[in-house]
C-alpha cells in the first residue's frame, strides 16, 4: 500500500532527475535562452521608456494603451523568468489541498507586493542617477535578504510542524488539522507578502522615469499593468501546482492508507522546498554584497 501511494512521488522524482541530466547536457543552450530572455525584457523596459517621453511630450491615448500592453508582457515574461516567487507559489500548493481559486488569488497577492515595494522604495529611498542607469538601490539589498531569510524560515516551520504531526500519527494522536481554510489562508498571505517584498526592477525603473518626468500617474498606470503581467503568470503556476497534488491524490487514493501517506509526503517535500528557496536566495544575495 505505501509502495503505491509513494508511485506518484517516485515517478516525479525522475521526472525531476531527467530534467536536471537534460539540462546538464545542455547548459549552454540554456544559459542562451536565459541571456535571451533577459535581453528582451531589457528592450520592452526600453521601449516603455520611449513610450512614455511621447506621452510627456503629448502623444495620444494610442501611445498610452500601447505602453500599458508593453508593461502587462514585461510582467508575465519577467515572473516567468529565473525568480523565487513562482517557486514558492507552486512548492506551497504542493503540500496545501487547496481550491484553484487560492493558487490564483496568490498569484495576485505576490505581484501586488512586489510593484507596492517597488514604488515605495522609489518614494522613500533617495536614489542617485547612478541607480537609475545601472542597477537596483543598496537598500534592496537588505529588503531580498529580510525576505529569503524569513521565507527559508516559514519553510523551517512548515517543515518542523509535518515531522511534528507524523510522529503523533504514529503514535496514535490526532493533532489539529493542518490546512483548514483560515489556517492554510493566513500561511498564504504570510508567503505571498514575503516573496512579494522583494521589489520589481523594471517597476523601480518605470517609477524613476515617471517621477523624473512628472508624469506619476502614467507610471502608476504601467507599473499596474506590469503587476497585471505578473499576477497571470504567478497565478498559472499556483493552478499547475494544485491540479499537479489533486492528481497525484487520485492515484493515491485507491485505498485510505494511501491517501495518508502521499499528503504526509507531499506535505514534508513541500515545507523542505520552501526552506530550501528561502536558503538558495537568500545566499546568493549575502554572496553577491559581500563575496
Not at 517597488?118 to 539589498?141: K, T, Y
Not at 501517506?261 to 549575502?286: P, Q
Request: aromatic share 8%; hydrophobic share 60%.
Amino acid at each position: 500500500m505505501v509502495r503505491r501511494a509513494l508511485l506518484p512521488v517516485a515517478l516525479l522524482m525522475c521526472g525531476v532527475l531527467f530534467a536536471q541530466t537534460a539540462e546538464a547536457q545542455s547548459l549552454d543552450s540554456f544559459t542562451d535562452a536565459v541571456s535571451y530572455a533577459i535581453d528582451i525584457q531589457r528592450t520592452i523596459v526600453q521601449e516603455i521608456g520611449k513610450y512614455m517621453l511621447a506621452l510627456k511630450q503629448g502623444a495620444s491615448t494610442v501611445a498610452l494603451f500601447s505602453g500599458i500592453g508593453l508593461a502587462f508582457l514585461y510582467g508575465a515574461l519577467h515572473a516567468l523568468g529565473p525568480g523565487h516567487g513562482k517557486m514558492v507559489v507552486a512548492s506551497f500548493f504542493m503540500g496545501q489541498d487547496a481550491k484553484i481559486w487560492r493558487g490564483m488569488f496568490m498569484g495576485l497577492q505576490i505581484a501586488n507586493t512586489h510593484v507596492i515595494s517597488a514604488v515605495a522604495l522609489v518614494w522613500l529611498v533617495d536614489l542617485s542617477f547612478r541607480h537609475f542607469i545601472g542597477g537596483s538601490p543598496a537598500e534592496s539589498i537588505w529588503i531580498r535578504a529580510v525576505s529569503f531569510g524569513l521565507i527559508a524560515v516559514i519553510g523551517g516551520v512548515l517543515l518542523f510542524r509535518a515531522i511534528q504531526r507524523y510522529r503523533a500519527a504514529k503514535h496514535g494522536v490526532t493533532l489539529a488539522e493542518p490546512h483548514d481554510h483560515q489556517h492554510g489562508m493566513g500561511q498564504q498571505s504570510l508567503l505571498a507578502f514575503l516573496a512579494g517584498l522583494v521589489p520589481c526592477t523594471g517597476a523601480i525603473l518605470v517609477m524613476l522615469f515617471a517621477l523624473a518626468s512628472d508624469i506619476v500617474g502614467i507610471g502608476i498606470l504601467l507599473v499596474a499593468a506590469i503587476s497585471a503581467g505578473m499576477a497571470i503568470t504567478m497565478a498559472i503556476f499556483g493552478v499547475l501546482s494544485i491540479l499537479f497534488r489533486r492528481i497525484v491524490m487520485a492515484v493515491a487514493e485507491t485505498n485510505n492508507r494511501g491517501a495518508v501517506v502521499t499528503a504526509t509526503v507531499l506535505e514534508h517535500l513541500a515545507a523542505v522546498f520552501i526552506l530550501l528557496i528561502g536558503i538558495s536566495f537568500l545566499s546568493v544575495t549575502l554572496a553577491d554584497e559581500f563575496l
